[in-house]
């Protein structure tokens, strides 16, 4: 099994070889799901002063689920609605090569720093992005790229509304009453 940080790193560079590998490794959901986690804790702790540990564990939540409905909707869009004639993939492949998207996350705990907090996590995010694209792009056997922005896009809206509109409040209403009760 390849080494984590290696392929954190190699998806952080959009290295194409390094997606192929983790997309090809039924072994690397573990790390795909390890890489989400450390990219949700770096979140936590770099705007801990900013949010509090409850909503840092409810974002913590929200983005393993996120990512997972990421993943579900770009490969019914990608495999079902709209492949290319090279694309195979499965919901495994895609979630492995899109968790790696996240490994930018780790920056995130320099958020931790007063009035550069919110830029370092916007550079993250979008950093992330690009990735997540790219990540798309190569799970999909896309031969351009401008389809897999378009699934990305579909993808990532149809699990923004999901995540935001109806899971965090859930979620967020569940984190105060502990707190409340405790």
């Not at 190569?138 to 401008?146: A, I, K, Q, R």
């Amino acid at each position: 099994m390849a080494d984590l940080t290696g392929r954190m790193i190699g998806a952080m560079q959009a290295d194409v070889k390094t997606l192929a590998e983790i997309e090809a490794d039924p072994n690397a959901m573990g790390q795909a799901v390890t890489v989400i986690v450390i990219a949700g804790i770096a979140s936590l702790v770099g705007n801990i002063f900013r949010g509090g540990i409850i909503a840092g564990i409810v974002w913590l939540i929200a983005s393993i689920v996120a990512y997972a409905l990421f993943s579900l909707f770009v490969f019914l869009i990608g495999v079902k609605l709209m492949p290319e004639p090279t694309t195979k993939a499965d919901f495994n492949e895609t979630f492995r090569v899109v968790g790696f998207a996240a490994s930018p996350g780790v920056f995130n705990v320099l958020a931790i720093f007063p009035f550069v907090g919110v830029l370092v996590s916007m550079l993250v995010g979008i950093w992330s992005l690009v990735i997540g694209v790219i990540a798309v792009r190569e799970v999909l056997d896309y031969s351009n790229t401008g389809r897999a922005i378009i699934v990305a896009l579909i993808a990532g809206v149809a699990c923004w509304f999901i995540v935001f509109i109806l899971l965090l409040p859930i979620l967020a209403i569940a984190g105060l009453a502990r707190a409340v009760a405790g």
